[in-house]
Every structure is written in structure tokens, then in C-alpha cells.
């Protein structure tokens, strides 16, 4: 099982950024899906997460201005963030736990993709 994650750039503050993360492999069913980031000299954080029935958290920073969705069939996860601050500046990971094809329990974790939001 791979996770990819793609859409990370460089934006101007108040602009807008799609991040997308796709699961790939011998995958039986996703259960949690999330991004974190993390910044130099930080803790990584929990930016926002979606339960396979859509129940979804964010971190109080990004409320409002984030919107975590996801596509069951495609086995997609994104993040869609508005109003983008010098903050928000980080690496972003995907991440996911799920049962494979075996039926086991496991943990992975996307590549990061580097957001950069300029002031």
C-alpha cells in the first residue's frame, strides 16, 4: 500500500490550495484519513481528519479556512485550504489507517508536500 500525496506549492497569503492524497495497493477498507504538518523547530500536528462515514476534525487554527473531504471510490483524501496564512507554512503529510487485503490493521503515512504561503 502506497499513500501519494501531490499539490503542494507556493501561494500568496489569502490564496487558496488543493492538496490531494491518494491510497494505493491491496487495500480492503480505509478507515481513518488525515493530514498532519510539521515546520522546523515544531511538534507535527494534526491539521484535519475524516472517519470513513465523514466525520471529520480539525485543528482550531484551521477551522473555517480548511475543509478535509474524501472520495471512498477512489480512495482519495483532500485538503482544501482557504485564506491561507504565513502559518500555514509546512510540510504536509496524508495519512491513513486501514485493513489490507489480509485483513490487517495498518498505519501508513504519504510522502510530504511542501506548502509555502507567502506574506
Known amino acids: 500500500v502506497q499513500l501519494q500525496a501531490s499539490g503542494g506549492g507556493l501561494v500568496q497569503a489569502g490564496g487558496s490550495l488543493r492538496l490531494s492524497c491518494l491510497a494505493s495497493g491491496s487495500i480492503f477498507s480505509i478507515n481513518v484519513m488525515s493530514w498532519y504538518r510539521r515546520t522546523p523547530g515544531k511538534e507535527r500536528e494534526l491539521v484535519a481528519s475524516?472517519?470513513?462515514?465523514?466525520?471529520?476534525n480539525y485543528l482550531d487554527s484551521v477551522k473555517g479556512r480548511f475543509t478535509i473531504s474524501r472520495d471512498n471510490a477512489k480512495n482519495t483524501v483532500y485538503l482544501q485550504g482557504n485564506s491561507l496564512k504565513p502559518e500555514d507554512t509546512a510540510v504536509y503529510y496524508c495519512y491513513a489507517n486501514l485493513f489490507d487485503a489480509r485483513g490487517d490493521f495498518v498505519r501508513y503515512w504519504g510522502q510530504g508536500t511542501l506548502v509555502t504561503v507567502s506574506s
Open positions: 475524516i472517519s470513513s462515514g465523514g466525520n471529520t
